[in-house]
Antibody, heavy 119, light 109 residues
Framework: QVQLQESGPGLVKPSGTLSLTCAVS?????????WSWVRQPPGKGLEWIGE???????NYNPSLKSRVTISVDKSKSQLSLKLSSVTAADTAVYFC????????????WGQGTLVTVSS | EIVLTQSPGTLSLSPGERATLSCRAS???????LAWYQQKPGQGPRLLIY???SRATGIPDRFSGSASGTDFTLTISRLEPEDFAVYYC??????????FGQGTKLEIK
């Protein structure tokens, strides 16, 4: 069973950079899958942030593209997210997720980590 | 951008009843790329249905998916207590690559 675990600071100051990691266990981040970040503001729905392939190819949500960087560290078997120039609107639970066995649906999700943007 | 509109926003039913959840796409969506998720408080979403009508591993057969044009439906034939949660539809393929519906909350009546 693939396991994903997000981690990072729970509080980020406005105009700062949000940085999160997703540890991947019982799976290889080098396999042919897309690894994604999805977020969910408190009490609201899901928003796709972007994805990365094991080769390093990326796709981002156009609404966030100018502020987002997703990367993979194969040696640490982890996925990273950086979101710059954050505002209160970026307060959300951030999930990492993986496609693969189910076409382009996300068969595996982390538990999520809450990031609050506040001074 | 393809917008997915889910209805109703909240559905109040009793265990044993049948639930019908709707997801309408603003443009054509390939049936291969429409999925349904269940989310419970404090948890990540759980994949139920992919490719419009295929159940993910371990999903009970009381969950089924179907489509008619741009209208997609998730049906739960006989509600169990553990089925009360929020449900999201999701599409892949149009910019942004993935979009989700706003969710339907299934609550106990």
């Amino acid at each position: 069973q693939v396991q994903l675990q997000e981690s990072g600071p729970g509080l980020v100051k406005p105009s700062g950079t949000l940085s999160l990691t997703c540890a991947v266990s019982t799976d290889s981040i080098s396999r042919s899958n897309w690894w994604s970040w999805v977020r969910q503001p408190p009490g609201k729905g899901l928003e796709w942030i972007g994805e990365i392939y094991h080769s390093g190819s990326t796709n981002y949500n156009p609404s966030l593209k100018s502020r987002v960087t997703i990367s993979v560290d194969k040696s640490k078997s982890q996925l990273s997210l950086k979101l710059s120039s954050v505002t209160a609107a970026d307060t959300a639970v951030y999930f990492c997720a993986r496609t693969g066995e189910y076409s382009y649906a996300y068969g595996y999700w982390g538990q999520g980590t809450l990031v609050t943007v506040s001074s | 951008e393809i917008v997915l509109t889910q209805s109703p926003g909240t559905l109040s039913l009793s265990p044993g009843e049948r639930a019908t959840l709707s997801c309408r796409a603003s443009q054509s969506v390939s049936s291969r790329y429409l999925a349904w998720y269940q989310q419970k408080p404090g948890q990540g979403p759980r994949l139920l249905i992919y490719g419009t009508s295929s159940r993910a591993t371990g999903i009970p057969d009381r969950f089924s998916g179907s489509a008619s044009g741009t209208d997609f439906t998730l049906t739960i034939s006989r509600l169990e207590p553990e089925d009360f949660a929020v449900y999201y539809c999701q599409q892949y393929g149009s910019s942004p690559l993935y979009t989700f519906g706003q969710g339907t909350k299934l609550e106990i009546k």
